[in-house]
């Protein structure tokens, strides 16, 4: 009777309360585990153990990095964790990168690796203290020069969110999902200066179903940008700058690159930005497509080059042409201010494979809010299309 009864709750209970929130969540505090709050010896060991803890206790988890400064270098969260349950990573405090870049063995300092369903929140801070180590950024003048570390990865992560964190002066990348499927990130705050090296604010690769939101990305590289085999990704409600803008590319640079798919940048507001909206290919690349990219609802603030694509991205061979595809690319209610109408629109497709479907409907971008005239706009290799009120001139036939 008593087994009845229990089983009978049970059925009621489960179905009544849906799993996740029915059950208990357990809260593992890093400090239990050694992290040290006063910002003073290293907390990478406890981190991780703290989280193995969390990753294999039963139910749904709770890795709590409570107020405090925590100081850790290298730190791998790793999964698989125990099957379909809830991981949440409430970073409450702050985390401050070690600059002793011999702690960094594979160009990141926190990374998230084969888990799903893990979200990361909490109103913290991820500070990077890259203004001690930019000196050392190689850039593209160094070849495989190694690079300094991303502050957050999410490699191999499914069906996740990263959502309520700031970070700040990244040592190189502020945050990469790559390799992963169904991310959420969203309401981040990316703060580093305008000149700093290779600060992305947020690099995509090999990634579906992503959805970027309502953040603020203040860097000295591309506020986003979305590198090689991205599908069905979403941008928006991004205010982007200082920064390089929002950018698909660089695509083509490593023979096993894959194309492009499906890419939706819209509500966006770029202020003092270099780059508005940018496609940029290597010359001599595998061959590769991108296709179907929409940019739509773009305020521009004194943006110096608003619309480009540039299929001669960097390159040093300028003989072979690159061989991405670009086809079917909608640039479509841009409006606002640039800094100079010097190349400000530049389409530069390739010679092999000409650019295809490109098209700008209701763009107004002028020099300055009262300025009169047509933009020149270079065009090579490509014809667009033109609907609506388009303030572009000379590739108009
Ligand atoms: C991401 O957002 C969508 C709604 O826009 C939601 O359906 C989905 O559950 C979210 N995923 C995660 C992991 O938060
Ligand atoms: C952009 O803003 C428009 C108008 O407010 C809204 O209808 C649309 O859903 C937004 N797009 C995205 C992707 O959020």
């Known amino acids: 009777m ?7 709750l049970f059925l009621v209970c ?7 929130r029915g059950l208990a969540e357990t809260v593992i505090d890093v400090t239990k585990f050694g992290a040290k709050p006063n910002g003073k010896g290293d907390s990478t060991m406890a981190m991780m153990r703290a989280w193995n803890k969390a990753c294999h206790s039963p139910g749904p988890a709770k890795l709590l990095i409570p107020r405090g400064k925590f100081k850790t270098g290298e730190t791998v969260f790793q999964g698989p964790c125990t099957a379909s349950k809830r991981m949440t990573v409430e970073i ?28 990361v929140t909490g109103g913290g801070t991820i500070n990077g203290r890259g203004e001690a180590v930019w000196k050392f950024d190689a850039g593209e003048k160094i070849q495989n020069a190694p690079l300094l570390p991303v502050s957050l990865v999410f490699q191999s992560v499914r069906n996740s969110a990263l959502h309520h964190l700031n970070f700040v002066n990244s040592k190189g990348f502020h945050l990469k999902v790559t390799d992963s499927s169904g991310i959420n990130v969203s309401n981040i705050r990316i703060t580093a200066p305008g000149n700093s090296p290779n600060t992305d604010g947020l690099h995509i690769s090999e990634t579906t179903n992503i959805k970027v939101t309502n953040s603020v990305i203040q860097t000295g590289d591309d506020c986003v940008s979305i590198g090689d085999g991205n599908s069905n990704v979403i941008v928006s409600g991004i205010n982007c700058g200082p920064g390089h803008g929002i950018s698909i590319g660089s695509i083509g640079k490593r023979s096993d690159e894959k194309s492009v798919k499906g890419v939706r940048v819209s509500n966006c507001t770029l202020t003092g930005t270099t780059n508005g909206a940018r496609i940029k290919t290597y010359r001599a690349s595998p061959k590769l497509q991108v296709s179907n990219i929409i940019f739509e609802n773009l305020i521009l603030k004194n943006v110096k080059r608003p619309i480009i694509i540039d299929q001669d991205y960097n390159s040093k061979n300028k003989i072979q042409p690159s061989n991405v595809k670009i086809r079917d690319v909608h640039f479509k209610n841009i409006r606002g201010t640039i800094s100079s109408s010097k190349n400000a629109v530049m389409l530069t497709c390739s010679e092999s494979n000409p650019c295809e479907g490109i098209e700008f409907a209701n763009i107004n971008i002028r020099p300055s809010s009262s300025a009169r005239g047509l933009l020149p706009t270079s065009c090579v290799n490509v014809k667009p299309i033109f609907k609506g009120k388009v303030s572009l001139a000379s590739c108009r036939r």
């Open 14 to 20: 489960t179905t009544l309360i849906p799993i996740g």
């Open 2 to 8: 008593a087994i009845k009864v229990g089983l009978l």
């Open 92 to 119: 409450q405090g702050t985390l401050i990168a070690d600059n002793d870049l011999s702690a960094y063995t594979s160009f990141y300092w926190i990374m998230f690796e084969h888990v799903d369903n893990v979200v």
